[in-house]
């Protein structure tokens, strides 16, 4: 994708990975321009990735879904990570501190970071997978124009065939024309 295409604030905000009234209220405020597309106002991508680098995200924007989807995977098993590691660490003080509670809650946060983990394992699959197929459809689209290139070189040569014939026929004598019905 160019940089310079634009993008609904919508999609600005996934790939920019901040909340879209956040840059509704940028473009309010004069930080962010915009202009006015078919479905509401819209973001250039080169302002996107901008974001994108200010706010840590990956700048890789724009480069296909697959990598998009890939971010948007590993965004999230960041964000597990780092939340399982804080509440463990609370729940560890707060263990030393209240007892009994602090187990309740560790009991709590893996019953919650553990099917964050499971979703994140059949998002990374789902993604290895989609990746293999988009290289199995690119071999097949190269495969295919390899084919068209060799399907015009042939019809080339069949058209410069076409055009020598009908200029030796023209060089013939019209009665041997007329006798051979052509």
């Known amino acids: 994708m160019d940089g310079n295409e634009h993008v609904t604030v919508a999609t600005a905000a996934d790939l920019a990975g901040v909340p879209a009234r956040t840059l509704r209220y940028w473009i309010e ?3 962010l321009p915009a202009i006015a597309g078919k479905h ?10 901008e974001i994108a680098a200010m706010t840590g995200k990956d700048g890789n924007l724009g480069n296909g879904g697959n990598t998009f989807a890939a971010g948007k995977v ?3 098993a960041n964000v597990a990570g780092n ?10 003080a707060l263990a030393q501190e209240r007892g009994g509670a602090a187990t309740l809650i560790q009991e ?4 919650v970071v553990a099917p964050l983990a499971d979703a994140n394992e059949r998002l990374t699959t789902a993604n ?27 019809r080339e040569t069949a058209e410069r065939e076409v055009a020598e014939l009908r200029r030796a026929r023209r060089q013939m004598p019209w009665w041997i024309r007329l006798f051979r019905g052509l």
């Open 29 to 31: 405020t004069g930080k």
């Open 83 to 92: 939340l399982a590691a804080e509440v463990a660490e609370g729940s560890q």
């Open 128 to 154: 290895e997978r989609q990746a293999a197929e988009l290289v199995r459809v690119h071999e097949v689209a190269r495969q295919q124009a390899e084919d068209l290139g060799h399907e015009r070189a042939m």
């Open 40 to 49: 509401g106002r819209l973001v250039r991508l080169g302002d996107v990735r």
């Open 108 to 111: 709590m946060v893996r019953q």
């Open 74 to 76: 590993m965004a999230t």
